[in-house]
């Protein structure tokens, strides 16, 4: 379940200490089964809650490859082998990712309705306005080949 807010904190969770504040310029909070992790804007400062099972959390070896260089040097190395999934985030990945994100813009102009997503499609199945969201007509001259 993922619940998407914007210019709101998010009620304060039991397990966080008292005197502890989320980070200031936005973050995430994911709330799992087993306990909360949080962090800042862009995955920084990645923090397990309460503090005691931060202090009890031990790293995993390391198993997958890292980015040298950030992830733009990694497109690009990517696309200079002429492999598009070579890069640690290629757009196999990074496209659903995205499409995932725009759809939260989507459902932020509809509150309180759930909108059914068909990713094959593209399209939004229960609520025909939010559709005119996922899309716009293109200007004349503009148009794209949509069978590539």
Known sequence: K???REGQEPSRPKELEEGR???REGGVMYKGSK??????VYGGSPRLV???AMKAYKRPKKTLPRVQGGHEQDWIRACKAGKYDAAGAHFGYGGHLTEITLLGNVAKRFPGKKLLWNG???RITNHGP???WVKRPYRDGWTLDETA
Do not use: C, F, Q, S
């Open 120 to 122: 094959e499609a593209m």
């Open 50 to 52: 309460p503090e005691t």
């Open 35 to 40: 306990g909360i992790l949080m962090n800042d």
């Open 130 to 132: 939010a559709n005119d």
């Open 2 to 4: 993922l619940t998407w």
């Open 21 to 23: 504040k989320y980070p």
